[in-house]
Nanobody, 119 residues
Framework: QVQLVESGGGLVQPGGSLRLSCAAS??????MGWYRQAPGKQRDMVAY???????NYADSVKGRFTISRDNAKNTVYLQMNSLKPEDTAVYYC???????????????WGQGTQVTVSS
């Protein structure tokens, strides 16, 4: 049974930083990543990383967010710097067997963690 445990969300001021973690159990996943959903908006990809280390980022977070993974711990991280109010959303961990363009195979979602950027 696949389980994803997310942590690290919270309230931060604009310009601040947060680090999200997602620990997976029950299987090994080639692709691990993060999506986010703001109120009234669709869920969008933030970043993902393949087991070999290749990464893909949404344009809106390039240069501010860094995704990484520890394959030994089956855990993916999202370091978020220079946070902006528009980064406020529920962040969801997503893991899967593979991804082709934006289509994931064998994917699972985490429960989500709230990130709020506000002064």
């Amino acid at each position: 049974q696949v389980q994803l445990v997310e942590s690290g969300g919270g309230l931060v001021q604009p310009g601040g930083s947060l680090r999200l973690s997602c620990a997976a159990s029950g299987s090994i996943f080639n692709v691990m990543g993060w999506y986010r959903q703001a109120p009234g908006k669709q869920r969008d990809m933030v970043a993902y990383i393949l087991s070999g280390g290749n990464t893909n980022y949404a344009d809106s977070v390039k240069g501010r967010f860094t995704i990484s993974r520890d394959n030994a711990k089956n855990t993916v991280y999202l370091q978020m710097n220079s946070l902006k109010p528009e980064d406020t959303a529920v962040y969801y961990c997503r893991v899967g067997r593979g991804v082709v363009r934006s289509t994931w195979s064998g994917a699972y979602w985490g429960q989500g963690t709230q990130v709020t950027v506000s002064s």
